[in-house]
């Protein structure tokens, strides 16, 4: 009995270490080594862009939550009463630009200081003041 069983082993064991590294599978097509790694190892699951894994948590954890209001909410900070612009042409081109762009720009920032159109933010009211419609435009 343990003659039998020992040359199982060992014939199990001379066709395990037998392969040649250039074998060819079923089909005729060398077969791949796995031994050698041609890409950077993969360090966890990478979902695809538009895959949520966790979209019903999500959406679940949205219906649970208390509808809010809308609007916006004060919390008791500071504000920005008024603001000071400056217009920033970038690249290389803008340095020898014949056009209306630039000035044209300047204009409707130096138009917006005390306009209609900058009223419309005068609601709003901070602890260090109230929003104006006056701004100042410092050039390009």
Not at 40 to 49: D, T
Request: charged residues 15%.
């Amino acid at each position: 009995m343990k003659m039998r069983l020992l040359s199982l082993v060992l014939c199990a064991t001379g066709i395990a270490f037998g392969q040649s590294s250039n074998a060819q599978g079923h089909d005729g097509k060398p077969v791949e080594d796995l031994n050698n790694q041609t890409e950077p190892p993969m360090l966890g699951i990478h979902w695809s862009r538009d895959f949520m894994p966790n979209s019903r948590v999500i959406e679940d954890a949205k219906a649970a939550r208390s509808r809010g209001n809308p609007n916006m909410v004060y919390h008791g900070g500071k504000i920005m009463p008024t603001a000071v612009t400056q217009a920033i042409f970038w690249g290389t081109s803008w340095g020898s630009y014949t056009g209306d762009k630039i000035t044209g720009m300047d204009s409707w920032y130096l138009g917006f200081n005390g306009s209609d159109y900058a009223k419309t933010a005068d609601e709003y009211t901070g602890s260090n003041g109230q929003v104006g419609a006056a701004t100042t435009y410092e050039g390009h």
